[in-house]
Each structure stands twice: as structure tokens, then as C-alpha cells.
């Protein structure tokens, strides 16, 4: 049975820096991602890492690059976002997902969701 548990989640004044760890159980995945869903809005997509023939690969939203880094503990099945200089308009649920092929930025295209945790950003 695969499941994702999140968590690292919390208040951080703005400027401030915050981890999400995601613990994926059941099997391993290629590639992983974070998503985050602001209240009265769509989910977006934050970071994604992939494995494939070429290597490791990442890829970040506009809005976080430079900020956000995505990274993952094959050995441990962890993934991590590393979340640093954050804003108020950072603040959301935090997901995590998985089960998708390539680098995809398309939530539908993930089987797999944690549960969530919560970022709030003050000003």
C-alpha cells in the first residue's frame, strides 16, 4: 500500500526559511513532486525531481525558483523542499506527490498525494 506522509509544516515570519519532508512508503517512484494549494485557489505546482536514463532532474515554478529546492533520500524513499526567503503569498497547503513519469507539472498526471501540510507566511 503506497502512501505519503508529510510534514515540516508551520509559521515563519516572511524572510524566513522552512523543510517539508515527505515519507513515501509501499514502493519507490522516478519522480516525485510538491504542489501547494492557497485557500480559494487551484493547486499548483511548486518542484518536481525526476530519475530517468539521463540522470536526475529537477524543475521549479517561476514563482519559487531560486528559493525552493527540491531534493530526495533515495535510500530513506524522503523527499524534501527546502524552502527559503519565503512570502506571505508562499502561504498554502503543502502536498506531496508521486507515481508520475518524467518531470510533469500537471497534478493529474500524479497517482499518488499526501495528506498536506500547512505553510503560513506572516508579514
Known amino acids: 500500500q503506497v502512501q505519503l506522509v508529510e510534514s515540516g509544516g508551520g509559521l515563519v515570519q516572511a524572510g524566513g526559511s522552512l523543510r517539508l519532508s515527505c515519507a513515501a512508503s509501499g514502493r519507490a517512484f522516478s519522480t516525485v513532486a510538491w504542489f501547494r494549494q492557497a485557500a480559494g485557489k487551484e493547486r499548483e505546482f511548486v518542484a518536481t525531481?525526476?530519475?530517468?536514463?539521463?540522470?536526475?532532474?529537477?524543475g521549479y515554478a517561476d514563482s519559487v525558483k531560486g528559493r525552493f529546492t527540491i531534493s530526495r533520500d533515495s535510500a530513506k524513499n524522503m523527499v524534501y523542499l527546502e524552502m527559503n526567503k519565503l512570502k506571505p503569498e508562499d502561504t498554502a497547503v503543502y502536498y506531496c506527490?508521486?507515481?508520475?513519469?518524467?518531470?510533469?507539472?500537471?497534478?493529474?498526471?500524479?497517482?499518488?498525494w499526501g495528506q498536506g501540510t500547512q505553510v503560513t507566511v506572516s508579514s
Open positions: 525531481a525526476a530519475v530517468s536514463w539521463s540522470g536526475h532532474t529537477t
Open positions: 506527490a508521486a507515481g508520475a513519469t518524467g518531470q510533469a507539472m500537471d497534478p493529474s498526471r500524479y497517482l499518488y
